[in-house]
């Protein structure tokens, strides 16, 4: 290992390597002297330039609170240091002291904002870029963005540590994020890849990770939970450092008819993991209630995956989309509630704003399909039913859509050749004939 600043202690590096200090964000050796109470110098050097009185009262304050134990008023002060004296012989450390600070508040629950701690660690990438540190400031970058759920931005971070720093301890740790970044951005061969090389240099279940992932990319469930189950078998504790392997197991058993082993896995996931993918692990379990007919249940989860995620992205969307079919159910069965038009519309075109394909996807637009069936509405039903018939694959209602396109299609044919506008026909041909040929 590399020299490090003399702040930095060889015991506190080899402290900080306890393994679950915190659940799936691993601290940095270097978070270890910010927990354990220790405050490097209390004295400033001067790098040749005398520091003004308050200067030094500045950074003794911040050392006495991080002494004392009080992180909370510690923390911002060594950041005020970095900002008024960012040429100070100091800098370097006060600006190392106030990131780590600030992520452990976040990770105890007395903070929430991991956009800062991203901000304070690329920072000190740019501004101390001979540093030591360097390599460590790097994967702080990424980790703060994989918390905050941007998987594609973190992607990079870890990559420089692997080309630039290949001879540092980090590589590892680096290695394994960069792989589940990548698997969690959908680039599933690139994420196989490294979890295999980590498999043949490092652990082989990291190997049988891979397998179970490339199964279950290929929906061979039963195959992917047979190689998770192997990784588990031979170290019952790997799910600590790959949590995603619960979420994976918990989908793939709810896939097999598994429901209770499935919904243990996924709840197991909810209790260890408050990041990223919580909000779509509560409404996998919503679904898996849904399908057995349990309202109620369904209910509560969508309402917590509605709160854990954020307006206008996809699970908010389908969470919204299943309570409002919940309650428009409930208001069928009472006479003389109504359901409001404008808001059933609404909710399904949330839906359909999140991709073309899907089977929740396809189950709302049919209702818009019927809704404007319904209302007379023939240009959108005509427009929604190409769409469904694009993507429709045995769905229920698929030759309910089909029959109302060809008979639209027929009117408007109809129409055209009554009217002798032949070159339109030609180019209702040319534009439908995919459609015109199913009728």
Not at 180 to 193: F, I, N, Q, W
Request: neutral net charge; hydrophobic residues 35%; glycine residues 8%.
């Amino acid at each position: 290992m590399r020299m490090l600043p003399g702040w930095i202690k060889k015991q506190e590096i080899r402290a900080a390597c306890f393994v679950g200090l915190v659940v799936l964000l691993c601290l940095s050796p270097f978070d270890a002297m910010a927990l354990n109470g220790q405050t490097g110098s209390a004295e400033v050097g001067t790098g040749g330039v005398q520091q003004t009185r308050e200067q030094v009262k500045l950074w003794n304050r911040a050392i006495g609170f991080l002494g004392d134990g009080n992180k909370v008023e510690a923390a911002p002060l060594f950041k005020l240091f970095y900002e008024r004296y960012p040429d100070s012989g100091k800098a370097e450390e006060a600006l190392w002291h106030a990131a780590r600070l600030h992520k452990h508040l976040v990770l105890t629950g007395r903070e929430s904002d991991w956009d800062r701690i991203k901000d304070l660690y690329r920072e000190f990438t740019v501004a101390f870029p001979e540093s030591e540190l360097l390599p460590m400031a790097y994967l702080e970058v990424g980790k703060a963005y994989m918390a905050m759920g941007y998987f594609r931005e973190a992607v990079p971070y870890f990559g420089i540590i692997i080309r630039s720093f290949p001879d540092r301890d980090i590589v590892e740790e680096a290695s394994i994020l960069k792989s589940r970044a990548l698997y969690r951005t959908g680039r599933v061969e690139e994420a196989v890849s490294i979890y295999r090389e980590l498999g043949r240099a490092v652990d082989e279940n990291y190997g049988r990770l891979a397998d179970g992932y490339e199964y279950y990319g290929a929906k061979r469930y039963h195959d992917a939970l047979g190689s998770f189950l192997k990784i588990l078998k031979r170290d019952p504790t790997f799910y600590l450092k790959e949590p995603d392997i619960l979420r994976i197991m918990g989908d793939a058993y709810l896939r097999t008819g598994q429901t209770e082993q499935g919904r243990r896995r996924l709840e197991h996931y909810l209790n260890l993991h408050s990041g990223s993918h919580r909000e779509e692990v509560l409404f996998r379990i919503g679904e898996s209630y849904l399908e057995e007919g349990k309202s109620g249940f369904a209910s509560r989860f969508y309402e917590r995956a509605l709160k854990a995620s954020e307006r206008g992205d996809r699970i908010h969307s389908f969470s919204r989309y299943r309570l409002a079919v919940l309650e428009e159910e409930r208001k069928k069965a009472k006479p003389g509630e109504e359901i409001d038009p404008k808001e059933f519309v609404q909710v399904r075109e949330a839906v359909l704003e999140q991709g073309s394909s899907g089977e929740l996807i396809q189950e709302a637009r049919l209702e818009l399909i019927r809704y404007y069936w319904d209302s007379q509405e023939v240009d959108k039903v005509y427009d929604l039913g190409r769409i469904y018939l694009n993507y429709e694959s045995g769905e229920q209602g698929g030759k309910q859509v089909e029959q109302m396109v060809c008979r639209l299609l027929d009117e408007r044919l109809s129409e055209m050749l009554d009217q002798e506008k032949y070159k339109n026909v030609y180019q209702l041909y040319k534009d439908d004939y995919s459609y015109i040929k199913r009728c």
